[in-house]
């Protein structure tokens, strides 16, 4: 039997393991994480679910997007010139809020003029991606942390706006309160250049917990 390809988070989980001995047991029971980069064309549909996800359970968010597909042919997701025409009422009959509704529009209409250019975020470094997204209705520093990490996965990304994050971070380091941004900053810089995998399983500490 052929040995099983190595992950390409490999060099990470080393550096982690060699860094942080409390990981060790968090990388033997949960594997390396799943993270893989999607490609360029399906990046706007990564964007528009996670605007669609704010704040909702997965369940909830997972009826909601299917509706919105739905309201377009073959349940496909449509492009931004036909989600620009479709009427706001409409988006929100799938669910949406109005500010949800709104937001998805907004980045159809960045990807439209050529604001936001899908293609460009594959070789864009992480303040690049940052400063086309953020000027989106609708995505703030949580959003494109997330998808730095899922669509694109980004090494070395530490989500310190991410509850869960903050809450792992206080388990992890037996810390009397949730730590603020720079604490998280300070105690996260041995993980560097692979922040990503650890703040991963920081949501596995929880889990565990």
Do not use: C, N
């Not at 064309?41 to 528009?48: D, I, P, R």
């Not at 980045?107 to 991606?129: G, M, N, Q, S, Y």
């Not at 380091?173 to 399983?201: G, H, I, N, Q, V």
Request: glycine share 6%.
């Amino acid at each position: 039997m052929p040995p099983m390809p190595a992950s390409p988070w490999q060099g990470a989980l080393d550096h982690l393991a060699s860094v942080d001995a409390k990981l060790v047991p968090l990388i033997a029971q949960h594997g390396p994480p799943p993270m893989a980069p999607i490609a360029p064309t399906a990046a706007v549909q990564s964007l528009a679910r996670a605007i669609v996800s704010q704040q909702l359970s997965g369940s909830a968010a997972a009826t909601i997007w299917g509706r919105f597909l739905a309201l377009y042919p073959r349940k496909r997701f449509p492009t931004p010139a036909a989600i620009l025409a479709t009427d706001l009422t409409r988006l929100r009959s799938a669910g949406l809020s109005g500010a949800k509704a709104a937001a998805i529009q907004d980045l159809a209409r960045h990807v439209a003029d050529r604001r936001v250019v899908p293609a460009r975020l594959a070789t864009a470094t992480d303040d690049e991606i940052a400063a086309m997204l953020l000027p989106v209705r609708g995505i703030g520093p949580w959003s494109v942390d997330m998808f730095l990490m899922f669509a694109l996965a980004r090494p070395d990304v530490l989500p310190v706006g991410d509850l869960g994050i903050k809450k792992g971070m206080q388990r992890h380091f037996r810390l009397r309160a949730l730590p603020e941004a720079a604490k998280m900053e300070k105690l996260a810089r041995p993980w560097r250049p692979f922040r990503t995998a650890a703040s991963w399983y920081m949501w596995r500490t929880l889990e565990a917990a």
